[in-house]
Nanobody, 116 residues
């Protein structure tokens, strides 16, 4: 059974930083596209950042460009999201997602709370 486990969430003040991690197991990580998504209370889940299998190509939501960086380490079966200059509107549950073989796989999410 595929497992994607996020960690690194927490509470920070405006302008602070957090680094989220997502560890994959029983999953062909090195040939899967990976992405981070978030869902704030009362809102739909949205794409935050995406990274291709080799990490050469990335894509970001306009709201996080220049502040967030997605990266991956295929040797560790892990994908990361470095979040800097955090704002209260970044408050959400952050989810890791993997795409392989026509299927999407989700982690359980990690809460990020940014206070003003």
């Amino acid at each position: 059974q595929v497992q994607l486990v996020e960690s690194g969430g927490g509470s920070v003040q405006t302008g602070g930083s957090l680094r989220l991690s997502c560890a994959a197991s029983r999953f062909p990580f090195s040939i899967a596209s990976m992405s981070w998504h978030r869902q704030a209370p009362g809102k739909e889940r949205e794409l935050v950042a995406l990274i291709t299998t080799t990490g050469v190509a990335t894509n970001y939501a306009d709201s996080v460009k220049g502040r967030f960086t997605i990266s991956r380490d295929n040797a560790k079966n892990s994908v990361y999201l470095q979040m800097n200059s955090l704002k209260p509107e970044d408050t959400a549950v952050y989810y890791c997602r993997g795409y392989y073989g026509g299927n999407f796989y989700w982690g359980q999410g990690t809460q990020v709370t940014v206070s003003s």
